[in-house]
C-alpha cells in the first residue's frame, strides 16, 4: 500500500506539513492543542497568474535561435504557418488544463491529474524523473543561457570564459532559489516584471520590423514558399521545435490551491497569455525576415542579436541584457511552479513528508523549493546537459499526452462531475493525438536517445516498489528514510 502521509508539526524548526493526502484543512476547522494550521496562502491573482504563464513560455528560445523550425520546413511561409499552428494546438493543451484545473482544484499539474486518473504508479514515475533529471537539467540550461547572455556586454570582443558563465549562472540560481523560500508575493511581484520586460524585448524587435515592412522591405516574402522542400521527417522535427518553444502554459495548473477564485482566473489567465504569446512569436518570426534572409538565418547563432546589430545600432547592446531577463523570469517561473509539483507528491506520500512542509511565517513550501539548489547545482557543474534533456524530452510530451487523454475518460467515468469550465472533446482529442504523435517521431527519429530516456524512466517502476509499496523494509532502511522525512529544520527569519 501506498505510504501513509504522517501530520507531524515542528513548531521549534518554524515549518508545519501542509497536509495529508491531498486536500487543504478548512480554515473554520479546530486544531488539537499545540499544533497550527499553516496553508499556502491564495495570492495568485489574474495578472499574477498571466505573468506565470507569459514569464515561464518566453525564455531564450525565440530570441536567439529560431531556426530549428526554418531549418525543417524549407521556406519562410512554411516557418509561418508552423509556428502558428503551434500556438494554435498549446492553446488546446491549456484550454484541455483548464477544464482540469476547474475540475480537479489541487496544485501538481500533470502529476495531480495523472494521479486522479491512472493511479499512484505512473504518478510517480512522473515525480521521480522530474525531481532527479528533468527538473534540475532543465532549470540549469536556462540559467547558462542566462549566464552567457548577461556577461556577453562585456565581452564584445572576445569570448566569455566558461568559468565565469557558471559562476554567474550558480550566482542566478542562488538568487532564485533564495527569492522563492522568502516569499510568494515577492516571486510572483518580480515575475510580473519580468514578463513586462520580456514583451518590452519582443516589441523592440516587432516595432522595427514593422516599420520595415512599411518602408517596403518585403523581399524575403517574395515567393515566400520557394526553397528547399520540407522532407517527410522535417515538417514533424519542425513541429517539435514550435511545440517545444511554446512549452511552459501548464505551469498556472501546478498552483491551482493559490490562485484567487480559479474557476475564473485560471482559464481567463491561460487564454490570454496564449493569444499574447502566438502573436508576439509570429510577428518577432515576420520582423526577423525583414531584414534577415531566410539563409542568414540558419547562419546565426543568435537571431535577435543579429537583427539589433543590423537595424538598432548602440541600442542593440540592450538586447543581451533583455534576453538575460527573459531567461530569469523563466528560471523564476519554473522553480515556483515545480516546487508545488514536490509539495504536492509529498502530501500524497511519494516522497518524503519533509517536502510537504511550510514555513510558518512565510508561508512557502521551503523544503520543497531548496531540494531542487544541490541537485541543479550537480548538473551545472557536470555532465552534458543537453543530451539529458534530449533523453527526456519525450516524457515531458508522454505524461502531458496522458494527462489530456485523461480529462476524455473522465468525461465518460464521471460524466457528473463539476466542471465548471468545459471544452469541446475535439480539443483534447487532437491535442493528445499530438503528443503521442512527437513521442512517436522521437522514437523513430532518434532511437537511441529516447532509448536511454525511456530507460530512465522506467527505473521510477523499481522505485515506487521499493519506497512506497515495500512495507517490509530492513530496520537500517526504515532508520534511514524516516530521519530523510522527519529531518527538522532550524529557525530562520528570511
Not at 323 to 341: H, K, P, T
Not at 381 to 402: K, P, T
Request: with cysteine.
Amino acid at each position: 500500500m501506498v505510504r501513509k502521509p504522517v501530520v507531524s508539526t515542528i513548531s521549534s524548526g518554524g515549518y508545519l506539513q501542509g497536509n495529508v493526502n491531498g486536500k487543504l484543512p478548512s480554515l473554520g476547522g479546530k486544531e488539537p492543542p499545540g499544533q497550527e494550521k499553516v496553508v499556502l496562502k491564495k495570492k495568485i491573482t489574474l495578472l499574477r497568474g498571466i505573468s506565470i504563464i507569459i514569464g515561464t513560455i518566453i525564455g531564450a528560445g525565440i530570441f536567439i535561435s529560431p531556426k530549428g523550425v526554418l531549418q525543417n520546413t524549407g521556406s519562410v511561409g512554411m516557418s509561418l504557418i508552423i509556428w502558428t499552428v503551434c500556438g494554435v494546438l498549446s492553446l488546446f493543451g491549456a484550454l484541455s488544463y483548464a477544464e482540469l484545473g476547474t475540475s480537479i482544484k489541487k496544485s501538481g499539474g500533470h502529476y495531480t491529474y495523472i494521479l486522479e486518473v491512472f493511479g499512484p504508479l505512473p504518478a510517480f514515475v512522473r515525480v521521480w524523473v522530474e525531481l532527479l533529471i528533468v527538473r534540475p537539467a532543465a532549470t540549469a540550461v536556462i540559467s547558462l543561457a542566462f549566464g552567457r547572455y548577461i556577461l556577453e556586454p562585456l565581452f564584445i570582443q572576445c569570448e566569455i570564459p566558461e568559468l565565469a558563465i557558471k559562476l554567474i549562472t550558480a550566482v542566478g540560481i542562488t538568487v532564485v532559489m533564495v527569492l522563492n523560500s522568502m516569499s510568494v508575493s515577492w516571486s510572483t511581484r518580480i515575475q510580473i516584471f519580468l514578463t513586462f520586460c520580456k514583451l518590452t524585448a519582443i516589441l523592440i524587435i516587432i516595432v522595427p520590423g514593422v516599420m520595415q515592412l512599411i518602408k517596403g522591405q518585403t523581399q524575403h516574402f517574395k515567393d515566400a514558399f520557394s526553397g528547399r522542400d520540407a522532407s517527410i521527417m522535417g515538417l514533424p522535427l519542425a513541429f517539435y521545435y514550435g511545440m517545444y518553444a511554446y512549452a511552459g502554459w501548464f505551469y498556472l495548473n501546478f498552483v491551482t490551491e493559490e490562485v484567487e477564485n480559479p474557476e475564473k482566473t485560471v482559464p481567463l489567465a491561460i487564454c490570454i497569455s496564449m493569444a499574447v504569446v502566438t502573436v508576439g512569436y509570429v510577428l518577432t518570426n515576420v520582423a526577423y525576415f525583414t531584414t534577415i534572409s531566410a539563409e542568414e538565418l540558419l547562419l546565426s547563432n543568435a537571431v535577435a542579436v543579429t537583427f539589433s546589430e543590423r537595424l538598432l545600432g548602440n541600442f542593440s547592446l540592450a538586447v543581451p541584457i533583455f534576453v538575460a531577463l527573459s531567461c530569469f523570469g523563466s528560471m523564476n517561473g519554473g522553480v515556483f511552479a515545480v516546487s508545488r509539483l514536490f509539495y504536492v507528491a509529498s502530501r500524497e506520500g511519494h516522497l518524503p513528508e519533509l517536502l510537504s512542509m511550510i514555513h510558518v511565517r512565510k508561508h512557502t513550501p521551503l523544503p520543497a523549493v531548496i531540494v531542487l539548489y544541490p541537485l541543479t547545482m550537480i548538473m551545472l557543474f557536470s555532465g552534458d546537459l543537453y543530451s539529458l534533456l534530449n533523453f527526456l524530452s519525450f516524457a515531458r510530451w508522454l505524461f502531458i499526452g496522458l494527462a489530456v487523454a485523461g480529462l476524455i475518460y473522465l468525461r465518460y467515468k464521471r460524466p457528473d462531475m463539476h466542471r465548471p469550465f468545459k471544452v469541446p472533446l475535439f480539443i483534447p482529442a487532437l491535442f493528445s493525438f499530438t503528443c503521442f504523435f512527437m513521442v512517436a517521431l522521437s522514437l523513430y527519429s532518434d532511437p537511441f536517445s529516447t532509448g536511454i530516456g525511456f530507460i530512465i524512466t522506467l527505473t521510477g517502476v523499481p522505485a515506487y516498489y521499493l519506497f512506497i509499496i515495500w512495507d517490509k523494509k530492513p530496520k537500517w532502511f526504515r532508520r534511514m528514510s524516516g530521519s530523510l522525512a522527519l529531518m527538522p529544520i532550524p529557525s530562520c527569519d528570511m
